[in-house]
């Protein structure tokens, strides 16, 4: 039994897995000791996200693999393949660098306080967000800001919640007009900074470099007016990393990405969709 604190982390002595043993020691860290700063503090947030990922199949994340690393687990991949990352990405160097970046400044949201809007859902939302149901601008039916995009809702008092916008004295202040449209990837900027190369390199493989028509460009992603994306993080990395200029398919809602993220996640709770940790 592994105790850090009060807290019970596993059933197993660390000292058999060296892997959790780096993790344990990490989270005591977090837990324990106090933060100066909060670029340590966020710094010992990605390695343990990173480590647990780790133990999950997952290690390789492009925010922090040296190209070097990167492009050799690429190549001995490819050649497994009996394929040459030359030959199907020439620019593997430019754009793992390019795509390093952008995840490098991604707003790094945790994936449990993302929005869950389902494709299925989009248009629906878009409908919602057209007749002004919903209470995002000034008249407010609720004048806080965190009050007004709840986190605890569900579906039985999201109903109400989704109606505000005709309750605050004005039914036309909160329309929002959201269009479909096509972005190029290299437009775009992540919300999260965790984007694995596995799964890009293996879905390039298996599936070929995206291009125009393949059902990787069809299948959209919500985007702010600032060009953040809530969602699709992986198929947008494997278009930043074998076809940046790829136009991928997606529904603009021209909202600054910290009031899209707060009432997209409140609009997923109102209709069912729970959060993914």
Known sequence: MCNIGNVVLCNATAGSNPVLSATFFIVWLYLYIPMKTTQLKKLIKTYISELLSEEGGFKYNVASLSLDKARDYAESEFSNAGKALNEVIPEFNKNYMNLQKACKSALDIPRIDMPVIEPTDMKMFTK??????????????????????????????????????????????????????????????????????????????????????????????????????????????????????????????????????????????????????
């Open 128 to 277: 919602k967000l057209a007749l002004g149901h919903i209470d995002i601008f000034k008249p407010y039916k609720i004048d806080n800001f965190i009050s007004r995009f709840p986190k605890a809702l569900d579906k039985k008092n999201g109903k109400h919640w989704i109606k505000l916008g005709m309750q605050d004295g004005d039914p036309k202040d909160d329309v929002i007009k959201g269009k479909w449209t096509k972005f190029p990837a290299k437009n775009l900027k992540p919300t999260q900074s965790q984007i694995w190369l596995e799964k890009l390199v293996g879905n390039i493989i298996q599936f070929g470099v995206p291009e125009d028509g393949s059902p990787l460009t069809k299948a959209s992603v919500i985007a702010s007016q600032e060009g953040y994306i809530l969602d699709g993080h992986h198929r947008y990395g494997q278009a930043m990393l074998a076809n940046p200029p790829l136009k991928l398919s997606a529904l603009y809602i021209p909202l600054d990405i910290k009031t899209l993220l707060a009432m997209g996640r409140s609009y997923g709770n109102a209709i069912g969709n729970k959060q993914k940790g």
